[in-house]
């Protein structure tokens, strides 16, 4: 709309010098009305050089930031993907890091004497943009999905990996293609994704084979940022006298701090141990399911059926 508006404007520009100019060449003698037609087309072309100069530069600039920056960001500068309520955890959890990076920076620093370059900033610094890439690369990464390729999509001849390899045959009547090994198809987005985590509404994307190592970075990258940040505010907080406003900036900032890291602190543990036992959450899920079958509702059961390769469920297929 702001782009619309200035062309807008210089169109109009454009047309008042074309009408001065009409009323000038009847109101003066040849000769100025002659240098005046002259230069009310040199301005006129000049409106018509900036519109088209404005319109590349919008155009340019929107295609540089839908190729330059990841998928899920460039779709927030297009309107498109996913419903807004979908996007907006990933907002509030950029909203949330700029807090405590803003805490740290601004408050904190000037009230410990550190200056920019000091180790404590340059450390806190790379854990914090560090935390930013992994979870910028964590939401635009694919997640992975099943080959689109005729060998995958051909109901009734499974292919050859499946078979080479002893693996159950699963075919997914929804998606119209054979699972791959330890694949899922994801509630949330409608897709077959390869070695299935789960689908992380903080991120609005699926964890997966494809960005399960930037979803695991992203966690203790976080989870260091706000160990960090809890101790050294901690220690500032007792050691020194401070002004009102800035100690209660900092002890909020801190009890944010040591919830996010409380939070993350313990997932991150979970998912250590579950890359250890090589498993996904899908798959812990399932084992537990199989301890208490009587606890666990009728998807669960399902999922629980589809991660072993159950041949009684209806979509699988033996070659």
């Given at each position: 709309p702001a782009i619309e508006a200035i062309l807008a404007v210089i169109a109009e520009s454009a047309d008042d010098i074309h009408a001065f100019a009409a009323m000038a060449a009847r109101e003066t003698s040849s000769g100025v009305a002659a240098a005046v037609q002259g230069l009310a087309e040199c301005l006129g072309h000049a409106c018509g050089g900036a519109a088209v100069l404005v319109r590349d530069v919008s155009?340019?600039?929107?295609?540089?930031?839908c190729s330059c920056l990841p998928p899920l960001f460039a779709s927030f500068l297009r309107g498109e993907g996913q419903p807004l309520p979908a996007k907006l955890p990933v907002g509030f959890v950029i909203w949330i890091l700029g807090l405590l990076y803003c805490a740290f920076v601004f408050a904190y620093m000037p009230a410990a004497g550190l200056a920019l370059d000091s180790p404590v900033s340059m450390i806190f610094h790379a854990f914090f943009f560090l935390t930013l890439s992994s979870f910028f690369q964590a939401a635009s990464t694919e997640p992975g999905s099943a080959p689109a390729t005729?060998?995958?999509?051909?109901?009734?001849?499974?292919?050859?990996?499946?078979?080479?390899?002893?693996?159950?045959?699963?075919?997914?009547?929804?998606?119209?293609?054979?699972?791959?090994?330890?694949?899922?198809?994801?509630?949330?987005?409608?897709?077959?994704?390869?070695r299935m985590d789960h689908h992380c509404p903080w991120i609005a994307n699926t964890v997966g084979w494809g960005n399960h190592k930037f979803f695991l970075q992203f966690l203790f990258y976080a989870t260091a940022a706000c160990s960090m940040f809890n101790v050294s505010v901690l220690q500032l907080l007792v050691q020194a006298t401070l002004p009102a406003l800035t100690?209660?900036?900092?002890?909020?900032?801190?009890?944010?701090?040591?919830?996010?890291?409380?939070?993350?602190?313990?997932?991150?543990?979970?998912?250590?141990?579950?890359?250890?036992?090589?498993?996904?959450?899908?798959?812990?899920?399932?084992?537990?399911?199989?301890?208490?079958a009587s606890e666990c509702s009728e998807d669960e059961r399902d999922t629980d059926a589809d991660a072993d390769g159950d041949p009684t469920r209806p979509q699988a297929e033996q070659p």
């Open positions: 155009d340019g600039a929107a295609a540089f930031a005729a060998a995958w999509t051909t109901r009734g001849c499974p292919p050859k990996e499946l078979l080479t390899a002893g693996e159950k045959v699963r075919w997914r009547e929804e998606h119209g293609c054979y699972a791959p090994p330890r694949a899922h198809c994801c509630g949330v987005t409608g897709s077959v994704v390869l100690k209660f900036l900092l002890i909020g900032a801190e009890g944010l701090a040591a919830l996010l890291g409380g939070i993350l602190g313990p997932f991150l543990l979970f998912h250590f141990w579950l890359l250890a036992k090589n498993m996904t959450s899908i798959e812990f899920r399932s084992r537990q399911c199989r301890r208490g």
